[in-house]
Structure formats: structure tokens, C-alpha cells
């Protein structure tokens, strides 16, 4: 059976990052630990290939779409562009679109079939049937500026568990640069030994998590820990969406999969 990575940016991240020191995290202050989880992203294009796919929670397929993502966060003003397909059969494209940070503040445009350009859509909008956002695919609040730690007695008083894949997290707290709609701030976990983004909650009015997206298997490829599955659930919904990607190409890197740890 085919084997299939995560998620198109998350996995780009593991190719660009290795294992680090016993706590990666250790000394920073919360922006410079979301930098480090940025900079674990390769320093070159790369694009990302696999499936979109739409699930009932008991595990019944809704919706299966395959995409392309291509990435480029090396510049100063980083992109994003995917194309979302009908089917595996049927490729023609479904939906594609463009997302761009420019002077520090993103932008998402869909691109229509004959070209035009429909700028300033809501980072919020879910991605075809499924409940992943462009704010996940893109990864866009590694970028923002504001940022704080949740400390114990918060995570106490929250109720927020700090373990995520078995693994010890720091749970840091971003606010977006300009209003979103339906999302007032990203809750994330950090791994302590890898410096990896481990799960990202969107919290809604009020501070309620209104969606999770995480990892749900760690594998090894390369001498870095590779997220093999990742996927998004909102709350409330009796469905759940997963991201798999089937190969991550640059210049210098390509991969089609890998052992499990």
C-alpha cells in the first residue's frame, strides 16, 4: 500500500529541520521560538504533492482531492500557491489560489479559470469541503509578531495538557498582526526536544477553541522526525479532515516516504 506523509507544509518543515538539543527551547523567549519553528523550513522552493481528504469521524471518505503546493518562504515576503484538483481521475483544477505577505501583512487572491485575481479573501475560508484554512496550510501565524507563553499556573487554571505524540511541548499563544475573521488568536504546541510544531488549536470569539489541527503519527526520515499524518478537526462537527503528502521535490531535496519510528 502507498505510503503518505502529512501534511504539505508540516512535512516541508521536517525536511528543512533536524533533531536538536535535549530542550531546543530552552532560554528563548516565546518570538524566538516560533522563529525557530519557521526557520525549520527549507531556505529554497519546494513543492508539495498529496490529498485532501474528508472523513466522517468513524472513518467513512466523503471527499478525496489531490493537490500541489508550492513554497517559497525564503524571501522576504514569503508565498504560498495551491491548486486543489477534482480527483484523482480527473484532474483539472478545482480551486487555486495565492497567498503572499506583503510589507508584513498576508494576502490570500483565488485565481479564477480565465485569470482573474479576487483579492483580500478571508484567511479564515475553509479549503474546498474540507475544514482546513488557508491560515493552516500556510502556516501564517509562524509570521506574527505578538506572542506570549502560557506559563504553569495558566495551563493549570485551562486546563491545557502540554504533552502532544508522547511528546513535551511549550504551548505558545499568537494574536493575529490585523483582524481575521471567526479567529482571535493560534494556540500552538512546541516539541521541546525538536523545536517541531506539534498541534495548533484556532481559538474563536471569546478565546474558545474552535478547531485543532495536529500530528497524528511521528515517524524518522533522514535523521529528522517526520510527521507521517496530520489532520484537522472542528468542534462540534462529526468529521474530520487529514492532509497526506505523497512527495516533497526541491533542487536539492526530494522524498516519496519513509519508516515509521
Do not use: H
Not at 156 to 185: F, H, N, W, Y
Amino acid at each position: 500500500m502507498k505510503r503518505r506523509f502529512f501534511l504539505a507544509a508540516m512535512a516541508a518543515l521536517c525536511v528543512g529541520g533536524s533533531v536538536l538539543a535535549e530542550d531546543a527551547t530552552e532560554g528563548l523567549t516565546p518570538q524566538q521560538i516560533l522563529i525557530q519553528a519557521r526557520e525549520m523550513f527549507p531556505k529554497e522552493n519546494f513543492t508539495v504533492t498529496g490529498e485532501l481528504i474528508t472523513a466522517k469521524a468513524r472513518g467513512l471518505e466523503e471527499t478525496e482531492r489531490p493537490y500541489r503546493l508550492e513554497l517559497n518562504w525564503a524571501g522576504k515576503e514569503p508565498v504560498a500557491k495551491c491548486v486543489l484538483m477534482f480527483s484523482e481521475e480527473n484532474r483539472a483544477e478545482l480551486l487555486k489560489a495565492e497567498m503572499r505577505r506583503v510589507g508584513g501583512k498576508p494576502s490570500l487572491t483565488l485565481i479564477q479559470d480565465d485569470g482573474t485575481r479576487v483579492e483580500g479573501v478571508n484567511l479564515n475560508t475553509p479549503i474546498g469541503e474540507s475544514d482546513l484554512t488557508w491560515v493552516d496550510l500556510t502556516f501564517d501565524y509562524l509570521w506574527w509578531p505578538t506572542v506570549r507563553l502560557l506559563d504553569a499556573a495558566e495551563l493549570e487554571a485551562k486546563d491545557i495538557p502540554t504533552r502532544r505524540s508522547s511528546r513535551e511541548c511549550v504551548v505558545l499563544e499568537a494574536e493575529p498582526p490585523t483582524p481575521v475573521q471567526g479567529l482571535t488568536a493560534v494556540r500552538l504546541w512546541v516539541d521541546k526536544g525538536t523545536g517541531l510544531l506539534m498541534q495548533t488549536e484556532q481559538l474563536g470569539p471569546g478565546g474558545k477553541t474552535a478547531r485543532q489541527m495536529y500530528v497524528q503519527r511521528l515517524g524518522r526520515e533522514n535523521e529528522r522526525w517526520v510527521p507521517r499524518e496530520f489532520r484537522v478537526r472542528r468542534l462540534g462537527f462529526d468529521r474530520v479532515t487529514k492532509l497526506t503528502v505523497e512527495s516533497v521535490r526541491s533542487d536539492s531535496f526530494s522524498t516519496e516516504g519513509g519508516n515509521d519510528a
